[in-house]
């Protein structure tokens, strides 16, 4: 699967997701690419825990606590990696120049819905 947006795009490089008898790792595997000053806008996935590894460029990160609502910020680099756990409210940010490019590892028992990309936003947590 190949999604695209105003900010960036993603592909699905390994997909094993279903029900108890026919899926072996409940796994997806992602490449996502986030343009220069492009985000994804906030997101869940209920079931799904994410690990994200950077492998290029600077991701600004939101993650809000999905018990206490609390937002937390982060800046990641190449090499990094960010982890969201299920059900949390996520969204990233390029606020560079360069694309950046991630590797997301996602996990569990439920169905993910693809990520929303879009353009350049001055706040992504307000």
């Known amino acids: 699967m190949y999604i695209a947006g105003p900010g960036g795009r993603q592909q699905?490089?390994?997909?094993?997701?279903?029900?108890?008898?026919?899926?072996?790792?409940?796994?997806?595997?992602?490449?996502?690419?986030?343009?220069?000053?492009?985000i994804e806008l906030p997101q869940t996935h209920p079931g799904f825990?994410?690990?994200?590894?950077?492998?290029?460029?600077?991701?600004?990160?939101?993650l809000a606590n999905p018990v206490?609502?609390?937002?937390r910020h982060g800046t990641f680099t190449a090499g990094n990696i960010a982890p969201v756990p299920d059900s949390a409210f996520h969204s990233a940010e390029n606020p560079s120049c360069t694309e950046?490019?991630?590797?997301q590892q996602a996990q569990s028992g439920g169905v993910s819905a693809p990520n929303v990309l879009q353009g350049p936003a001055e706040?992504?947590?307000a």
Request: net charge negative; glycine share 10%.
């Open 68 to 71: 206490t609502g609390i937002i």
């Open 12 to 38: 699905v490089l390994y997909e094993d997701v279903g029900s108890e008898l026919q899926a072996i790792t409940n796994m997806v595997w992602v490449e996502i690419h986030i343009y220069p000053c492009g």
């Open 100 to 103: 950046e490019i991630i590797l």
């Open 49 to 62: 825990t994410e690990l994200s590894y950077i492998l290029q460029g600077t991701v600004v990160g939101a």
């Open 123 to 125: 706040n992504i947590a």
